[in-house]
């Protein structure tokens, strides 16, 4: 899949920290067709936590994303997210996007940690449901994310193939499919990855400090759920993994923890369909997972795994060239191919349904 950023966003790191820190300003800066009015709501995710979401339906609605973001932020401060939702309803899409567990305002509602897609699978599959019955947002749905928000949005559609949806008020096809951009997959060996790097473990390094930012958040609005101290320990991604989230959760060790969070390990038994956009040059992830991810996708025909060999960790700015190549008006390349991809799958989706009536 043709993709090419400008000359100076070829490296992993440059489009990295271009990503953190400039697109933003690009995308606000851009002329909108029209501003999003979403309505707000609380539903709740497993083991009934409130989850946070704000949804918008355009008045022809062809199905809903379900989406969140990655490791840290809220929805207040996530332009990425953003552009995905303007340009999803712009495309005849509903969405249905929530702060997921700790963060933003889900966060102020209940003291529940994050669990890294082991209970945030079931919440996408649950906000779904809900967004059906309570809400009126139209099926098919879609699950989305990016980085970390990728790896929940895939947690999603393996809690669709065990839990009992009829049970939920859906029907198995009301979960189409899924897509997500550079989403976390082995968080073990990346992390390890981040550590060791002489550069690269300033990523990390930041990252903690958001997250021990994001327990200080936590015990403002629930003070007798967290120890001071133990927040004060904290320091790192794996102390904050360590010390606040898997004593809850029932597990001894992180890198056990990590394993059985992490995606890798269940993509090839994954069989709706799902469109993963990986860059080779993430600087956050271990280099030897594009291999892995290469080995399941063959392995899996549900699987459209397309790795760039430019993109960083969720950039994928593109330059004129490329942005010709694919007709696109903007350089946010992801987002473009993952809605036409969705309107693949919904093409696909309505010839079934046809011919299944037809022969009925």
């Known amino acids: 899949m043709f993709y090419q950023p400008p000359l100076w966003l070829r490296s992993g790191i440059a489009m990295t920290i271009y990503a953190a820190f400039g697109a933003a300003k690009q995308w606000h800066s851009q002329p909108k067709t029209s501003p999003l009015k979403y309505r707000e ?16 339906q355009p008045s022809n609605s062809k199905g809903t994303i379900v989406a969140t973001y990655g490791i840290t932020g809220s929805l207040e401060d996530q332009w990425f997210l953003e552009i995905l939702a303007h340009k999803a309803f712009q495309a005849g899409y509903g969405v249905l996007l929530f702060d ?8 102020a509602l209940s003291p529940d940690l994050t669990s890294d897609g082991l209970l945030e699978g079931e919440d996408f599959v649950r906000l779904a449901a809900q967004g059906k019955q309570q809400l009126g947002l139209r099926p098919p749905f879609f699950f989305a994310g ?11 559609l393996k809690k669709a193939q065990e839990l009992d949806l009829k049970a939920l008020g859906l029907q198995p096809e009301d979960i ?11 968080s073990h060996r990346s992390l390890s990855y981040l550590e060791k790097h002489p550069f690269k473990c300033y990523f990390e390094q930041a990252i903690a400090k958001n997250l021990q930012k994001l327990a200080w958040q936590l015990q403002s609005y629930h ?9 004060e320990k904290a320091t790192t991604i794996r102390e904050f993994d360590q010390y606040l989230v898997i004593p809850k959760l029932g597990f001894t060790t992180t890198q056990a923890y990590y394993e059985a969070s992490s995606p890798l390990y269940f993509l090839q038994d994954l069989h709706r369909p799902t469109f993963i956009l990986y860059a080779a040059d993430d600087p956050l992830f271990a280099p030897d997972l594009v291999e892995d991810l290469r080995y399941v996708d063959q392995r899996n025909t549900h699987l459209n795994t397309q790795i760039t060999k430019f993109g960083g960790h969720v950039g994928y700015i593109s330059d ?41």
């Open 176 to 186: 189409l499919a899924g897509a997500v951009i550079c989403p976390s997959l082995e």
């Open 146 to 156: 990016y980085s970390l928000g990728g790896q929940l949005a895939l947690w999603g």
């Open 223 to 231: 003070p007798h759920a967290f120890q001071t101290e133990t927040i």
């Open 41 to 56: 709501v609380i539903l709740t995710g497993a083991n009934q936590t409130p989850i946070f979401c704000q949804y918008a």
């Open 100 to 107: 997921w567990r700790a963060h933003g305002k889900t966060a």
């Open 320 to 360: 004129r060239q490329c942005q010709n190549h694919w007709g696109d008006s903007d350089p946010w390349w992801a987002w473009q191919r993952i809605l036409s991809w969705f309107d693949q799958q919904l093409s696909r989706h309505h010839r079934t349904r046809s011919v299944t009536t037809a022969q009925q």
